[in-house]
């Protein structure tokens, strides 16, 4: 399946077949392949839980709007988007300077250079913190269902739900944002698939403010 392929046929679907599930090997697959997705200053500001245990489902599908594809799909994931992934001490940032040093794109000595960029890139505030990190994993994030799809998979991604609730319910931190869950697995053929929804055209798109 090429891109153009992809890109027609991927689809946000509603119905999941519970009963064909997702291996191992297709979703360690699809990580790794959206990891290649473009981010600011590599930070890579994203980690993923990964639901697949009925019963956990069950608790975040009550705090989910009772979407019935949250316990249908096979996998669900919720992204998070790390609001400290800027800071000094931080693991991934420390590796990220020490992968450039060993690249040879920096040296031992820019490494408060380094901090300063990443601070102004993304730490100036919460609110700019919250962009950044919500921004870059949503690169992942379309990736991520790109790749799903190159791989016979279907998704949806979904962004209704209680947000404070989830954190709550799953004990994550509160430096995490969670920009959406996504539902991962088969299309269930019994149902009927709607028709493709409106997209906007590229006179709609292209904008100048002269």
Partial sequence: MNFKEIIENRRAINFFDPKKEVSEEKIKEMINMAAKSPSSFNLQPWSLMILKDQETKE?????????PKVTEA??????????????????????????????GSMSEEQHDWFLDAAKSLYGADIEKQTAFAAKNT?????????????LGLDSHPMDGFDHDGVKKEFKIPDHYWIPLLLAVGYYNTS????????????????????
């Fill in 191 to 210: 149902e009927t698939l709607a028709p493709p929804k409106w997209r906007k055209t590229y006179d709609e798109i292209v904008v100048n403010f002269d």
């Fill in 74 to 103: 096979p996998v669900i994931m919720i992204f998070l988007a790390d609001r400290n992934g800027w800071k000094e001490g931080h693991p991934f940032v420390e590796k990220n300077f020490k992968e450039m040093v060993k690249a």
């Fill in 59 to 67: 608790k975040l599908k009550k705090l989910a709007w009772d979407q």
């Fill in 138 to 150: 949503a690169f992942f994030a379309m990736s991520l269902m790109f790749a799903a799809k190159s």
